[in-house]
C-alpha cells in the first residue's frame, strides 16, 4: 500500500519530467548533461535493456537524485517496460 508521501513524491516526479537540468553519470558512458528528465529516464530504461549497469539520474540544481524504485515508477508511468 502506497503511504501519502510515496504519491506525492510519484506525482512530483512525473511533474518534472519535461522540466531541464538533469544530468545521467553512468560507468561506462559520457555523461549527459543538462537534459529533461524524461529523456534520461527513456536514456536509462535503454541503457537498462541493453543490460548495463545502473546510472544516476541528478538534478544538479536542488541535488535531488531518483533511487531505482522512483526511476522505475517512471518507466511505468512513461509505459516502459520494467
Not at 512530483?12 to 538533469?22: K, N, V
Not at 559520457?30 to 534520461?40: G, Q
Amino acid at each position: 500500500m502506497e503511504t501519502r508521501d510515496t504519491k506525492t513524491r510519484r506525482d512530483e516526479l512525473i511533474g518534472r519530467l519535461p522540466t531541464r537540468g538533469w544530468d545521467l553519470k553512468a560507468s561506462k558512458s559520457v555523461p549527459v548533461k543538462n537534459r529533461t528528465l524524461e529523456e534520461l529516464v527513456r536514456i536509462e530504461h535503454a541503457r537498462r535493456a541493453a543490460g548495463e549497469d545502473a546510472g544516476s539520474i541528478s538534478h544538479v540544481e536542488t541535488e535531488f537524485e531518483l533511487d531505482l524504485i522512483q526511476l522505475q515508477e517512471l518507466w511505468m508511468h512513461l509505459g516502459l517496460p520494467t
